[in-house]
Structure formats: structure tokens, C-alpha cells
């Protein structure tokens, strides 16, 4: 107990850390921010000595380290940057869709200043809001009217909303999704204040399960993309353009949630098939809607295309002002749509497709020349392997779908591949990759093309701090 206290009469004070010459970085840090980060560190200096720890260096040159330490932690933005190294290439929890070019472009013009985002340049009058995306929406894809909401989901809850609340929707039950986060058939049904009723079974459904279905009280058919799942073997669904002839045929009418929304067809680009809005529009559905940061590679959004009425009906709707997109949304979109007007080089402009249609040597060529660098910089605890791989497509787009890669395949010795993880991920920027067979596999696929050398210095760091049995990784700060 003695030495505990004699330990803590050691201590450096806040103010010798606040102080002391290495709190010049990172430059510019505001005073105040530095005093906490001094204060945090000299606390968790105590706590460790009252916890009985006695080979903790007390000078005031470690502590301040560690105070700097917090203090960059501290100064950093907490929404930036990261490295997608994990073969998924729509990520949802690491923002889905890496915008173009052309859309970070028009995002920076948009936000400096203001925009005539709901003027019309002509008469200097009120219009809509997406103006200016939905005459490129319909020349791409053939829509009458076309609307933007701020997801997929709320794209969902505007047309049923609109479309049927106060009575029946059908619904195959092979198509009662959940895409996570919340979003599942039954219960958006329900916020719309629709009654959903189930036909079919998990496996078949028929036109007539459909058609028997059909009551006074319907008022619409609604046809889900399985996006996240695949029903395999004795299964079948009814093609839209069947149920839109149904529904017509009754007086009713038909959506579609198209999930991902290709905006043309992929097989031109080698990908397989996946439903796209001109085909939803073809079979005459009467709403098309999917989400504009998946395989479209936009931003976060929800575009709804169909008939003029029905469009004009959700545009009146309350929830529409309250789902509606802003002016950065708009620009990124409107730049992305554009790229699609050009189809033939679509793929060196956009980056999503880019990424997902990048040639698998030219994978393997950068796996290759990552693998050696790292050999040559992290030396021997660190094994480095490449071997063929599989990416995926994620954000429920084309399941069941992989793409060839190549991976770089790490193990450190005495280490096991969950801490490395831990540590590329807290690392700057954070690293995302793949756990698999107790080793970290990257996937150059999803990595962006100027990412090499910051995943290089990052593997770099994190391999040092971990041989050198440093203790404790950076602890994330709020
Ligand atoms: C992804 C998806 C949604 C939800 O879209 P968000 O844009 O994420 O809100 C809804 N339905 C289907 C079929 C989907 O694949």
C-alpha cells in the first residue's frame, strides 16, 4: 500500500502533461480538447498504479505520449475515411456504394454555397425538388414520372401508403422479406396501414394463389425482389408482368420493389441478370422503386418511377415532405444518372461497376505486389500468402453471386487474426477485412485505387504495435 502511494506522489500533474512539448501535435488542437486529453491520461495513469500495476512508466515524457495519443483520437472526425478490404463490395455498414468521380464532384459545388435547388431557372418559380433528377430517370429507363425519397424503405412505405392504405395488399410468402435493420414486409405493411395478405407458399406461389386472393378490399399487388436470399430447388414466383395483367385486369394496381434496381441490364457488363427498372416498367408495373446506393451507386436514396398519377399522388402525400432528399443527395444522383447515358463507358466511369468488372489478373497482379511489399516491410512474424478468393456483392444485390478475386492472406505469429483485425480497424484510416481459418484474408477487389500505400503503412503499424507486445490497442474515442 506504501508503494501505491509513494507511486502516486509520483504523477505527473494535468498541467506539466498540458504543457509539455509533445502537446504541439497535432497542431491546432483546441486548448481545451488537449486539457482533457492531458487530464484523461494522467487518470488512467492512476487507475492502472491503483490497480496495482508497478512496471508503469510515471515520467511526464510517457504519460504525454499517451495523452497525445488521445488527443489525435479526440481530434479525429468520427465519420471518415475508411478502407473496404473486405471483398463486399455494397457494404452497408461501411456506406454501400463508393460515389464517381463526377458525383463527389457535383457534391463539393453543391455544398459550398447556396443551389436552385426548387427554382426553376426560367420563371425563378417553386418547382420539385427532383427536377433535375427525374427527367434523366425517365429518359434511362422509359418511366412516365419518377420521385426520390430519402431510402428504399421509405420509397416502400410512400407507395403502399399512397397506393392502398385502408386495404388489402397481396403478397407472395416467398417474398416476405426482412433486409435487417428493421425492414421487414409485415411491418411496414402495417406503418403503411395496409392489411397484408399472404399467398402461396415459402417455395411456390402461383398466379392463382394470386387470384383467389383478390377480395372488394384489394387494392394492389405487391411483387418483392428476394434480394438477401434465394429459394433453391422446387420453387417459383409469378413474373410481374403476370401480376400487373392481373391487377389490371381487376381494376387494381401493381408494384414492384425491385430491391438493388439495376438501371439496364448487367449481362452487357458480364454480371449475371438482376431485375432492373426498364423490365419492371415493361411488365407495366405501376410503381418501380429500389434504392439508390446499391448496385445504381449513388447515394443513400429511394427512387420510385411509375405512372404519372400515381407519382403525382405520392408527391401530395404528408409523407412525402417528410421522406424527401436534400440538395447533396440530389447532386451526387444527378451526377451518377448522367454516367448512365453514356452505357458504353459506363464502366471506366463508374465506380461501382468498375470495381465489380475489374479483370481478376489485375487483382491478382496488385494482391501480388501488396504481398510482396508487406513480406519486404513487416518481416518475419508475419506470413503473407495470395491465394484465389471469392468477393461478394452484399447490400442484398445478386445473393448467391461471387465474384473471382484474389486475396492476401496474413497470419502473425502468437497473434490471433481477430486482434490484427482489431487493430487495422482502429488504426487511421480503419481497415475492414475478412476473419477466416484464423487468418485476416484483404481483399484488393473493394479496395479504391489509390488505397495501396495507406494499407501498407496501416498493416506496417499494426504489425509493429502488436510484435512489440505493446499492451493495449488505441481505445476508440467518443
Ligand atoms: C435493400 C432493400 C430494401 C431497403 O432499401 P434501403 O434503401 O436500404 O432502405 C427494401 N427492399 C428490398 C427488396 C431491398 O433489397
Known amino acids: 500500500m506504501k508503494d501505491v502511494l509513494s507511486r502516486m506522489r509520483q504523477l505527473p500533474r494535468v498541467d506539466d502533461i498540458l504543457n509539455h512539448e509533445q502537446m504541439s501535435s497535432p497542431p491546432g488542437a483546441p486548448r481545451a480538447l488537449a486539457r482533457q486529453a492531458a487530464r484523461e491520461a494522467v487518470d488512467e495513469a492512476r487507475s492502472r498504479v491503483l490497480a496495482g500495476e508497478e512496471s508503469l512508466d510515471l515520467s511526464p515524457h510517457a504519460i504525454a505520449a499517451r495523452a497525445v495519443e488521445i488527443l489525435h483520437a479526440k481530434s479525429a472526425r468520427s465519420l471518415r475515411r475508411a478502407i473496404n478490404a473486405t ?7 461501411l456506406g454501400r456504394a463508393p460515389l464517381s468521380d463526377s458525383a463527389r464532384q457535383a457534391l463539393a459545388e453543391v455544398a459550398a454555397g447556396y443551389c436552385n435547388l426548387q427554382a426553376d431557372a426560367e420563371s425563378g418559380a417553386r418547382s420539385h425538388r427532383e427536377f433535375h433528377v427525374e427527367g434523366l430517370l425517365r429518359e434511362i429507363t422509359g418511366a412516365e414520372a419518377a420521385l426520390v425519397v430519402n431510402n428504399n424503405a421509405a420509397a416502400t412505405v410512400l407507395v403502399l401508403n399512397t397506393l392502398a392504405a385502408g386495404r388489402e395488399v397481396i403478397v407472395s410468402r416467398g417474398e416476405m422479406v426482412e433486409i435487417g435493420g428493421a425492414f421487414r414486409i409485415p411491418d411496414i405493411m402495417k406503418l403503411s396501414g395496409c392489411r397484408l395478405v399472404e399467398v402461396g407458399c415459402t417455395n411456390r406461389t402461383h398466379l392463382a394463389d394470386y387470384e383467389r386472393a383478390i377480395t372488394p378490399a384489394t387494392a394492389l399487388i405487391l411483387s418483392v425482389h428476394q434480394s438477401n436470399y434465394r429459394i433453391v430447388g422446387f420453387a417459383s414466383q409469378v413474373p410481374v408482368a403476370e401480376l400487373a395483367n392481373l391487377a389490371h385486369s381487376r381494376g387494381l394496381l401493381c408494384a414492384h420493389d425491385l430491391g438493388s434496381g439495376a438501371l439496364l441490364d448487367l449481362r452487357r457488363y458480364g454480371l449475371p441478370h438482376e431485375p432492373s427498372a426498364p423490365e419492371s416498367l415493361a411488365a407495366a408495373a405501376d410503381a418501380a422503386l429500389f434504392s439508390g446506393d446499391k448496385l445504381l451507386g ?15 399522388g405520392m408527391r401530395k402525400n404528408p409523407f412525402y415532405r417528410t421522406f424527401r432528399v436534400c440538395k447533396l443527395t440530389l447532386a451526387a444522383l444527378e451526377a451518377t444518372l448522367r454516367l448512365f447515358l453514356d452505357p458504353d463507358n459506363l464502366l471506366t466511369q463508374h465506380r461501382l461497376l468498375a470495381l465489380m468488372g475489374r479483370p481478376v489478373d489485375d487483382v491478382r497482379k496488385r494482391a501480388e505486389i501488396l504481398a510482396r511489399r508487406m513480406r519486404e516491410e513487416c518481416g518475419a512474424p508475419l506470413s503473407v500468402e495470395v491465394r484465389d478468393g471469392e468477393s461478394e456483392v452484399g447490400g442484398g444485390s445478386l445473393a448467391g453471386y461471387s465474384i473471382p478475386t484474389v486475396l492476401v492472406r496474413l497470419r502473425l505469429e502468437n497473434v490471433a487474426a481477430s486482434e490484427l483485425l482489431q487493430r487495422l480497424r482502429l488504426g487511421e484510416p480503419p481497415v475492414f ?8 484474408l484483404l481483399d484488393p477487389r473493394t479496395m479504391l485505387d489509390d488505397e495501396d500505400e495507406l494499407l501498407l503503412i496501416a498493416v506496417h503499424r499494426a504489425v509493429a504495435g502488436l510484435s512489440s507486445g505493446a499492451c493495449c490497442p488505441l481505445r476508440p474515442l467518443k
Open 87 to 93: 471483398g463486399v463490395i455494397l457494404h452497408t455498414n
Open 298 to 312: 449513388g447515394p443513400q436514396c429511394g427512387i420510385i418511377l411509375g405512372k404519372a398519377d400515381a407519382i403525382a
Open 433 to 440: 477485412a475478412r476473419v477466416q481459418e484464423a487468418s485476416l
